[in-house]
């Protein structure tokens, strides 16, 4: 069974950093495109960044483009999202996310509230 | 980029009726890299429907999908009581990966 577990959300004010983290089992990780989404409560889906296998590719949004970092340790089966100079329109539910394609399989998301 | 605009934004229907959503391409979603997600509350999307046409694994067949170039339609044959819910096109042609701003099915 695919599983995606994110985890490091939280409380942080404007112009911190955060790191997320996303635990993946179930599937052949060091062979998977991954990417994160995320969802302002209430709101639509805004695509984050993705990382190819090997991590020769990563492509950000415009909105993230020079303050969030995208990673992976095959060896862990981990994928990170390394968010620097927050603001609060970061403020949503960021998922973890699958690509084989289409996202076909997704986590369950951790939250991250930027807020003085 | 793509955008991708959907269309109605809230579609008010009765279980058993038929529901015919729309998602609308600025410029033409090469290969049919198109896919259609659902979200209920609290859940996280899942995949419904991707190369335009084809039904993700253990997807019900009263989903269905069509179009390509820039119109495609998601149309469900029969609504279900668990199939009111948000539901999500995407392109996933390229960087950056676009989605719609959403439909929500709700009950009449």
């Known amino acids: 069974e695919v599983q995606l577990v994110e985890s490091g959300g939280g409380l942080v004010q404007p112009g911190r950093s955060l790191r997320l983290s996303c635990a993946a089992s179930g599937f052949n990780f060091d062979n998977s495109a991954m990417h994160w989404v995320r969802q302002v409560p209430g709101k639509g889906l805004e695509w984050v960044s993705g990382?190819?296998?090997?991590?020769?590719?990563?492509p950000y949004a415009d909105s993230v483009k020079g303050r969030f970092i995208i990673s992976r340790d095959n060896a862990k089966n981990s994928l990170y999202l390394q968010m620097n100079s927050l603001r609060v329109e970061d403020t949503a539910l960021y998922y973890c996310?699958?690509?084989?394609?289409?996202?076909?399989?997704w986590g369950q998301g951790t939250l991250v509230t930027v807020s003085s | 980029e793509i955008v991708l605009t959907q269309s109605p934004g809230t579609l008010s229907l009765s279980p058993g009726e038929r529901a015919t959503l729309s998602c609308r391409a600025s410029q033409t979603v090469s290969s049919s890299y198109l896919a259609w997600y659902q979200q209920k509350p609290g859940q996280a999307p899942r995949l419904l429907i991707y190369g335009a046409s084809s039904r993700a694994t253990g997807i019900a067949d009263r989903f269905s999908g069509s179009g390509s170039g820039t119109d495609f339609t998601l149309t469900i044959s029969g609504l279900e009581p668990e199939d009111f819910a948000v539901y999500y096109c995407?392109?996933?042609?390229?960087?950056?990966?676009?989605f719609g701003q959403g439909t929500k099915v709700e009950i009449k």
């Open positions: 996310v699958r690509r084989s394609g289409p996202f076909d399989y």
């Open positions: 990382i190819s296998a090997g991590s020769s590719d990563t």
């Open positions: 995407q392109q996933y042609g390229g960087s950056p990966w676009t």
